[in-house]
């Protein structure tokens, strides 16, 4: 099967401008997870969703980030304005369900905010 | 609160050996799962192995091991015959509440000597 496709896969910005990020789940996967991850750390979670409702934003800075999944299908990222601290590597997973092998993770988009 | 806890930053190993990554949790949760993930340079999340809360036996996929001490909480990742193709971010992560979520170590930078 294919795996979670994301795009871009590297993005350099100025701050105040704008991004998005694309992620394509793997067919059939109902959850979808956006995660930060600052170089050195371990990744943070922004937000899930489950078919095309969120079910966790609470660490998603919601003045200047935004996400949507429209048809429970693909999904976007997005961030306006951007700021330097928003430099990080976006990992975007999906799960079936299926506890054992948990998620699926993307190549992810590196975004460095100049 | 449930947490993750990874205290080797970083770990330089001779080809060839056996090496062992610890991973500690916290959990009030009854049932839960543990993961390992392998991030190479290129920083796509690769999943190595899985041990649920209540399986008995030591999960092992290849040269991968996980000792499972549900006791003292702990769920250290054994490598062995180490290969320099194992030089990586490794990563231990958490499943637990209602929500499927992952909770994240901050990670052990493994290199490989020749």
């Known amino acids: 099967e294919a795996g979670v496709a994301q795009s871009p896969r590297y993005k350099i910005i100025e701050k105040r401008q704008s991004v998005a990020f694309w992620c394509n789940p793997i067919?059939?996967?109902?959850?979808l997870y956006w995660y930060q991850q600052i170089l050195g750390q371990g990744p943070k979670l922004l937000i899930q969703?489950?078919?095309?409702?969120?079910?966790?934003d609470s660490q998603l800075p919601k003045d200047r980030f935004s996400a949507e999944r429209l048809k429970g299908v693909d999904s976007t990222l997005k961030i306006q304005p951007a700021k330097l601290e928003d430099s990080a590597v976006y990992l975007c997973?999906?799960?079936?369900?299926?506890?054992?092998?948990?998620?699926?993770f993307g190549s992810g988009t590196r975004l460095t905010v100049v | 609160a449930q947490k993750i806890t990874q205290t080797q930053p970083g770990m330089f190993v001779q080809e060839k050996e056996a090496v062992t990554l610890d991973c500690t949790y916290d959990?009030?949760?009854?049932?839960?799962?543990l993961f390992w993930y392998k991030q190479p340079s290129s920083g796509e999340m690769i999943f190595l192995i899985y041990?649920?809360?209540?399986d008995e036996q030591n999960a092992t996929e290849g040269r991968y091991s996980l000792n499972f001490q549900k006791a003292r909480k702990s769920a250290n990742l054994v490598i062995s015959a180490s290969q320099l193709g194992d030089s990586a971010m490794y990563f231990c992560?958490?499943?637990?509440?209602?929500?499927?979520?992952?909770?994240w170590g901050a990670g052990t930078k493994l290199i490989i000597k020749p």
């Open positions: 997973a999906s799960s079936s369900g299926v506890l054992v092998y948990g998620y699926t």
């Open positions: 067919s059939g996967h109902a959850t």
């Open positions: 969703f489950q078919n095309n409702g969120v079910v966790d």
């Open positions: 959990t009030s949760d009854q049932s839960y799962g």
């Open positions: 041990q649920g809360s209540y």
């Open positions: 992560a958490m499943r637990g509440g209602s929500n499927y979520q992952l909770i």
